[in-house]
């Protein structure tokens, strides 16, 4: 999963899930604001979750699992309301928020007190209509159907055999009725993943694709499951407008001013003004399908929640070695705009952070004012990558096959981290990739290799000096300590060279390869616009025996 930007017009997304709200409105004026402010709060009502989904690291979290306490949630926002701050509220960080029963008590102090709020459900007790009608009645709650798996197949990546899918699927469509039937304010959204944006990533690169938790088996067949599903809400849209015509009329009306900024641009609400492939679109472009007033068919992007090592180790399938090589340059992260509360107390920038690793703090000991004016908090607005989680977050991860290959005698190396630029099909007419004077790439060793081969070509004046360097993964560190063999060598001038050099590559090991270069920019003496900074031009990297 991703990171909860803010987007403009109070949207924002947040572990893979559209969250839309109005900005709250409060007559009451700021005792004492605090620089900042957040721009939402979290509240994990609780750690725990009925169902096993594979897309999500709860059943690999290493805190207790247990509810958020009256009287944590009590400081929290009392200390928030103090400050005169009335920010949009989500009930989510892990954990199926509805089985903590206090949210109900909870809901109607966060509606007094002027917060919209969000609830991302798994649905599975919705099927008590008392639960359903409690939450309903909230004017300021957007309620998030989390459907996500769309199809028999795919529900069985949420690991929960209680409820079969004809049953689980019903229980939305019975929250969409209630809507009307109770005359609701609430927002609904039906979300549904997608993993196109995933197999995109640029930071990620694996063996096999990413294809982890695929809704669909192709694309043909999610296209039919959409025009499906519109119809279906077509459908149900004509009666509803014919069982509860005044509540329906009223919805209408008060969603086309509540949205009338962002209908036809941000929102549709029929087929002719759905964008090409809107399933594959990001938050930021696309808010979803309003197909019935106030009721939102929106597609989510699965990402990777989390690049923490036990999660990856549960998500790839046997076989598979996933590595991530920490992004250290400097970068701002609009999560620090935030901040959460765990349900152990623990208060966090971000709903990534589901294991509190950037603990600021205790609600039991610490001020939230004091959080908010920290110059932790200002650090990691200015520079994210301080923090070791934004480093795995933003950095790139590599995936590799593990399978040995006993009678193979080369394999190329392809997978390119730090200090390479993306590949250009027609670098030098080769095609290849530019370093930026120091970069690296990595290899699994699944044969045992004894020589490294490097074809590249050198803008500089032969004699330049150039060095490749390897390095041995230790898994206790999870790093590379130590470099385990190193080549100093020089290229000629526009000139392509293969460099060889003997290395013993054992099978079963991961391995880093550095390759240091002067570097230069195009436009300091071109002016052509390119600022890059570029070292050695790279056509191809592999290790053999």
Avoid at 85 to 104: A, I, Q, T
Avoid at 390 to 397: K, Q
């Amino acid at each position: 999963m991703r990171p909860c930007p803010s987007l403009e017009g109070g949207v924002y997304a947040c572990s893979s899930d559209l969250i839309y709200n109005e900005p709250a409105m409060t007559d009451v004026p700021p005792a004492a604001p605090a620089p900042d402010p957040p721009r939402t709060i979290f509240l994990e009502l609780t750690s725990a979750c009925n169902m096993h989904c594979a897309f999500c690291p709860s059943d690999v979290l290493r805190r207790p699992k247990r509810h958020l306490a009256d009287a944590r949630s009590k400081s929290f926002l009392d200390q928030i309301h103090a400050l005169g701050l009335r920010p949009p509220v989500l009930l989510n960080v892990l954990g199926e928020p509805l089985l903590n029963k206090k949210v109900y008590p909870l809901l109607d102090e966060l509606e007094a007190a002027g917060h919209p709020v969000t609830l991302i459900t798994n649905m599975t007790l919705l099927g008590d209509g008392e639960i359903r009608r409690e939450l309903l009645r909230h004017g300021n709650l957007t309620l998030a159907l989390s459907l996500q798996t769309a199809t028999p197949r795919s529900y069985e990546m949420r690991g929960y055999d209680r409820l079969p899918f004809k049953a689980y699927e019903k229980i939305l469509w019975t929250v969409v009725e209630d809507k009307f039937r109770q005359k609701s304010g609430s927002r609904l959204e039906i979300h549904v993943a997608s993993n196109f944006v995933m197999t995109r990533d640029a930071t990620i690169q694996a063996d096999g694709g990413l294809d982890l938790w695929a809704n669909f088996p192709d694309e043909k067949t999610e296209r039919l499951w959409i025009a499906r599903m519109i119809r279906r809400l077509e459908r149900l849209a004509r009666r509803m407008k014919r069982t509860y015509p005044e509540a329906f009329a009223s919805a209408r009306t008060a969603a086309a001013a509540k949205y009338r900024d962002h209908i036809g641009t941000k929102i549709a609400v029929d087929r002719a003004g759905l964008p090409p492939d809107f399933h594959r679109l990001k938050d930021e472009v696309f808010w979803g399908y309003m197909a019935l007033p106030d009721v939102f068919l929106v597609f989510k992007s699965f990402e990777l929640w989390t690049r923490d090592r036990a999660f990856l180790r549960a998500a790839f399938p046997p076989g598979r070695f996933a590595y991530v090589e920490e992004r250290i340059d400097p970068r701002p992260c609009v999560m620090a705009d935030n901040l959460g509360l765990l349900a152990d107390g623990k208060i966090v920038f971000c709903c990534l952070d589901y294991e509190g690793e950037m603990n600021l703090g205790d609600i039991d000991q610490t001020a939230v004012a004091d959080i908010l004016r920290s110059e932790r908090r200002s650090a990691v607005r200015r520079d994210a990558m301080a923090e070791a989680l934004c480093r795995r977050c933003r950095g790139n991860l590599f995936v590799f096959d593990t399978a040995l290959r006993p009678g193979a005698t080369e394999e190329p190396v392809d997978k390119f981290g730090r200090g390479f630029w993306p590949r250009e099909d027609d670098l030098h007419g080769v095609g290849g990739r530019w370093t930026n004077g120091k970069a690296w790439a990595y290899v699994f060793a699944r044969f045992p290799a004894r020589r490294i081969r490097l074809s590249f070509r050198s803008d500089f004046e032969d004699g330049a000096p150039i060095r490749l360097a390897i390095s041995a993964y230790d898994p206790t560190s999870d790093g590379f300590p130590a470099v385990s063999g190193s080549w100093p060598t020089t290229g000629r001038k526009e000139r392509t060279v293969e460099f060889e050099a003997d290395f013993d590559f054992r099978p079963g090991r991961l391995y880093r390869i550095e390759i240091d270069s002067p570097s230069f920019v195009p436009d300091d003496t071109l002016r052509n616009g390119d600022t890059r900074r570029l070292g050695l031009a790279v056509f191809s990297l592999s290790i053999r025996t």
